[in-house]
């Protein structure tokens, strides 16, 4: 079975300061793993995903997350915040051997941008 | 650009009731989910809907559960007898294609407060 942890429920950054978001998983074959960013009063919407290409993966709104292997992680940076990164992210897998498989989430973790 | 939209917004009622949570995925979209979110939990996994059967179910979706595609547009979730801990943010999801790679578009969800 397939497991995501988010470290930190919730995570305080300075207007300009790097924000990390830490997601590790645990799964019995390499996953697709995604970021999902979550704003108040709306749905999940996907910042970015790695499914077997580049390690490094861009997104959108200036995220980048990298997959390692080793260390079975995929922890999302962005270099800037800015006020408008606040909002709750998830990190999730998906099992690549099922067709149409289910996401997996971990428990999501809350980040509040101090100006 | 097209969106997975989701009805009632908020759903009040009395435990034992039945609710018909509704959404409509994104016309070209094969796949379909239902997830649930119990405040200040993980987003779960309820069930998948392909081809107009079930794909897979979790250990959340018994007997007081069932899906329906009823016409070509609308994807529902019904809970015959609601209980107090049914109560939660229900979010509908779709994929284009059937690979478990392709991002999943979520819809604004329905929060459902049983009293």
């Known amino acids: 079975a397939q497991s995501v942890t988010q470290l930190g ?81 998830f990190c999730a897998v998906s099992d690549p051997g099922a067709a149409g498989n289910k996401l997996t989430f971990g428990g999501g973790t809350r980040v509040l941008v101090k100006p | 650009e097209p969106e997975v939209t989701q009805t009632p917004s908020h759903q009040v009622t009395q435990m034992g009731q039945e609710v018909i949570l509704r959404c409509v995925p994104i016309s070209n979209h094969l796949y379909f989910y239902w997830y649930r979110q119990i405040l200040g939990q993980k987003v779960e996994f309820l069930v998948s809907f392909y081809n107009n059967e079930i794909s897979e179910k979790s250990e959340i979706f018994d007997d007081q559960f069932s899906v329906e595609r009823p016409d070509g547009s609308n994807f529902t979730l019904k809970i015959r007898s609601t209980k107090l801990e049914d109560s939660a943010m229900y979010f509908c999801a779709s994929i284009t294609g059937t690979s478990s790679m392709n991002e999943q578009f979520f819809g604004p969800g329905t929060r459902l407060t049983v009293l």
Not at chain 1, 45 to 58: F, G, I
């Open chain 1, 9 to 89: 429920s919730h995570v305080s950054v300075s207007e300009g300061a790097l924000v990390l978001l830490r997601c590790n998983y645990s799964s019995s074959v390499p996953p697709y793993l995604f970021w999902y960013v979550q704003y108040p009063n709306q749905g999940l919407q996907l910042l970015l995903k790695y499914t077997s290409a580049a390690t490094l993966v861009k997104g959108i709104n200036g995220f980048e997350a990298e997959f390692k292997k080793s260390e079975t992680s995929f922890h999302l940076t962005k270099p800037s915040a800015h006020m408008s990164d606040a909002a709750e992210y």
